[in-house]
């Protein structure tokens, strides 16, 4: 079975910093592009940021220049460093990884299960 798990959530003050680690385990093959998003109360789901096995990287609009995505592939981590954060960052931010279970798997998605940030004004 197939898990991630996600850390590093919290209550921060508007300015202030946080980092998100989240990491998969379990048996499967490979892994390619990983990623986060976050959902708002009453919003939907969408992308944070976004990289793939080799470093690419992509940001949403909102989070450039303020969010840094990074991951160790010999842990199988992807980590989410976030900076001058605003109430408006205040969501779930959830983990996404896009992973094989075998070497003759289709790609399948596989999501955290959530970790609350909040960031008071």
């Known amino acids: 079975q197939v898990q991630l798990v996600e850390s590093g959530g919290g209550l921060v003050q508007a300015g202030g910093s946080l980092r998100l680690s989240c990491a998969a385990s379990?048996?499967?093959?490979?892994?390619?592009?990983m990623g986060w998003y976050r959902q708002a109360p009453g919003e939907q789901r969408e992308l944070v940021a976004a990289i793939t096995s080799s470093g690419t990287t992509n940001y949403a609009d909102s989070v450039k220049g303020r969010f840094i995505i990074s991951r160790d592939n010999a842990r199988n981590t992807v980590y989410l460093q976030m900076n001058s954060l605003n109430p408006e960052d205040t969501a779930v931010y959830y983990c996404?990884?896009?992973?094989?279970?075998?070497?003759?798997?289709?790609?399948?998605?596989?999501w955290g299960q959530g970790t609350q940030v909040t960031v008071s004004s």
């Open positions: 379990g048996t499967f093959f490979s892994i390619n592009a």
């Open positions: 996404n990884a896009d992973m094989r279970r075998r070497s003759y798997s289709s790609w399948q998605q596989y």
